[in-house]
């Protein structure tokens, strides 16, 4: 007789602790679903797809050639490409140097500089960091 009551107790003990794991579960799920949704993205994000192109290329002389020194405002960029420039007017006095700073950083478009280079049918050197 002791044996059924004390089988019966843990039975109901069990069943209790069941009931009560199950409620608090749905007082967890109806909490949750009264709390603000939030939406994560993914901050590597995903690159644009890569259209390949082939190099420009090279003129076989440089002389009569504008070449343009173009600086991306990379930290000392600018004082390289004078530095360059100014060894170039000592060294190569047949190639006219053009100092410029491109708008935005290194992958933002300049049209307005390659229209320049072009319409002089130019050559550029870019100082790129890193």
């Given at each position: 007789m002791r044996l059924t009551r004390f089988a019966h107790g843990i039975s109901q003990g069990v069943a209790r602790f069941g009931l009560f794991g199950i409620a608090i579960a749905c007082a967890g799920t109806v909490a949750a679903a009264e709390q603000p949704l939030y939406t994560v993205l993914n901050p590597t994000g995903n690159p644009p797809p890569i259209e390949l192109r082939a190099m420009a290329p090279r003129p076989a002389s440089l002389s009569g050639k504008t070449v343009y020194?173009?600086?991306?405002?990379?930290?000392?960029?600018?004082?390289?490409?004078?530095a360059m420039?100014?060894?170039?007017?000592?060294?190569?006095?047949?190639?006219?140097?053009?100092?410029?700073?491109?708008?935005?950083?290194?992958?933002?478009?300049?049209p307005d500089l390659w229209k320049e280079i072009k319409s002089v049918n130019g050559l550029m050197i870019m100082a790129i960091g890193h």
């Open positions: 020194l173009v600086d991306e405002t990379f930290d000392g960029g600018d004082k390289f490409l004078q420039q100014a060894w170039m007017a000592i060294h190569m006095p047949d190639v006219k140097t053009e100092f410029r700073e491109k708008k935005g950083s290194y992958a933002a478009d300049d």
